[in-house]
């Protein structure tokens, strides 16, 4: 109950944010850009929505029922821009189509072009530049949902769809697609509360979205009332998502017989198996392999400049606050699961449930949330001892890595609860009956019994919240200590400065430690596949 209460504090704080009086602020973000934040959230997330579907439900389809060559390759390639941060795309791909990059200088000397007037190329810097870049990461959230689905369905409806005449074609859309709507819509609504918290992407593509609109109220206004009460609006949006996903999946019930033998993929012919092909590349080319090679190619072209002293000392910041939060979360985690087992009730699955809701959160929103309490609370503190004894104590909480830390763990407490409970959870209850019987106490029954048996379990929960806190760029970016820059921190600075090439170190960096998720995600593919064929 008081990890659920501390995890809250932050939400609670944004949404009573609304009673507070801020002036005439609210009647000139109305009149100038409340309304441009709206229609470009909103268009953002239904470019992104309409292009990760299609992107991820067909990729998923392709490698689950169709046999073509490079099949095996794609299961887990098609995973790999998992790896990159949307807003490290977002400077590459700048840097790649921009006026004096690569793509147009070589279209320029091939065509004998000499100036913008000779030819058309599409602005990077747009609306469609964000849909884009955000697309090509977040479609694998889609993709392994989606796949998982049609794993899991019933090859005996499958075939009976062909005998009552469908081809392959209309099996999907009839049948396979709306049995795999429940997973597909978990996945849309993870996209699309990802998209509500992009910051680096739309800030440098300068699309006014709510997260922008929030770091340019606080900061660039002054007006942090003002930034809370927005961050209360992208709550609402975020709180409709999910309550959207979940009436989805309330309103439909889904069953499906038992496989009985393995899935019979489609055999494509000719050039069917090439368009296969291509559709399952173009995302993996476009989303890792064309960034990717980009960034070692620039960062190792001035190796010494890039990874410099300064470098490592980033990486040393990184990795302090991601470890720290990576343990904290698993402990964390560990309370709240074991403590739903040994009393699963209404009272404690409420108090679970609502602390491991922060992942929802938009970054911002969670930083502002944080900021707030913690800076009244300096303020008290200060003004006590002025009263007291004179002194100034300054702020002792605001800007510190401990309050940096808290911000993560109302973020990401939930994507260490998720696998630790699942661990958990596979272990049966009559191992617990049986420490007990032995003299063991709840607290050494986890520590001597549970731990051991979680701990492959615990430590992919570790791994993904480390990940995770090292991509995070909207609240490192607000929370962070002065003169205390992460990798993701340093990237963003250099690429607003268009130092692209300098960035690049750091960012192929983030790029490198997220592949340690992607790792983790094909293994349990694999698994997936391998009991399957049993």
């Known amino acids: 109950?008081?990890?659920t209460l501390l995890i809250l504090a932050p939400i609670l704080v944004v949404f009573s944010s609304v009673f507070t009086n801020s002036g005439?602020?609210?009647q000139h973000l109305i009149k100038t850009v409340l309304s441009d934040y709206v229609i470009s959230s909103l268009l953002l997330m239904v470019g992104v929505g309409l292009s990760t579907v299609i992107i991820g439900v067909g990729t998923a389809w392709l490698v689950t029922m169709c046999q073509f060559p490079g099949l095996s390759w794609f299961e887990w390639g098609l995973l790999l821009p998992l790896a990159a941060p949307a807003y490290v795309?977002?400077?590459?791909y700048t840097e790649?189509?921009?006026f004096y990059g690569p793509v147009q200088l070589a279209l320029r000397g091939v065509f004998n072009w000499t100036e913008v007037g000779d030819y058309w190329f599409p602005t990077v810097r747009s609306l469609g530049g964000a849909i884009a870049v955000i697309s090509l990461v977040?479609?694998?959230?889609?993709?392994?949902?989606?796949r998982v689905a049609f794993l899991e369905q019933s090859t005996c409806t499958?075939?009976?769809s062909r005998c009552l005449g469908c081809n392959p074609w209309k099996s999907f859309l009839r049948v396979a697609l709306p049995l795999a709507r429940p997973s597909i819509v978990a996945g849309l609504a993870l996209v699309l509360m990802e998209t509500l918290n992009d910051f680096g992407t739309v800030q440098y593509f300068a699309v006014n979205t709510f997260s922008v609109g929030i770091y340019r109220t606080w900061f660039g206004m002054g007006q942090p009332v003002a930034a809370a009460q927005l961050s209360a609006l992208l709550l609402v949006f975020v709180l409709l998502l999910i309550a959207i996903e979940r009436g989805a999946r309330q309103q439909t019930k889904y069953y499906q017989g038992g496989r009985y033998q393995r899935v019979a993929k489609y055999k494509l012919p000719g050039r069917w198996a090439i368009a296969a092909w291509l559709c399952c590349f173009l995302p993996i080319a476009f989303g890792f392999l064309l960034p990717g090679g980009r960034l070692v190619y620039m960062a190792v072209g001035d190796g010494k400049k890039n990874f410099d002293q300064h470098f490592w000392q980033l990486a040393q910041h990184s990795l302090i606050l991601a470890v720290v939060t990576a343990v904290i979360a698993v402990m964390v985690a560990l309370i709240m699961a074991y403590g739903l087992r040994l009393q699963s009730n209404w009272g404690m699955e409420t108090a679970v449930r609502t602390a491991s809701m922060g992942y929802a959160v938009p970054g911002a929103v969670i930083a502002v949330g944080v900021l707030f309490p913690i800076g009244a609370i300096d303020n008290a503190i200060d003004a006590k001892m002025r009263s007291t004894f004179g002194i100034s104590t300054g702020l002792l909480l605001s800007g510190t890595i401990t309050v940096l830390v808290f911000a993560y763990l109302v973020r990401f407490l939930a994507v260490s609860y998720n696998t630790v409970e699942s661990s958990l959870n596979r272990i049966k209850p009559n191992l617990d009956d049986a420490a007990r019987s032995l003299g063991k106490g709840s607290t050494q029954t986890l520590l001597k019994v549970h731990a051991p048996l979680m701990t492959s379990g615990l430590?992919?929960?570790?791994?993904l919240v480390f990940v995770d806190v090292m991509k995070e760029l909207p609240a490192t970016l607000i929370v962070r200590p002065f003169n205390f820059d992460t990798l993701a921190v340093e990237v963003y600075r250099l690429a607003a400065d268009e130092r692209l090439g300098e960035a690049a170190a750091p960012a192929l960096a983030i790029v490198a430690v997220g592949i340690i998720p992607v790792i983790i995600l094909s293994r349990q593919i694999a698994w997936t596949k391998a009991e399957d064929r049993n």
């Open 1 to 3: 109950m008081i990890i």
């Open 24 to 26: 005439d602020v609210w």
């Open 89 to 92: 795309l977002a400077y590459v």
């Open 96 to 98: 790649m189509l921009e």
């Open 138 to 146: 977040l479609y694998p959230y889609i993709y392994l949902l989606a």
């Open 158 to 160: 499958l075939e009976v």
């Open 459 to 463: 430590i992919t929960a570790a791994i």
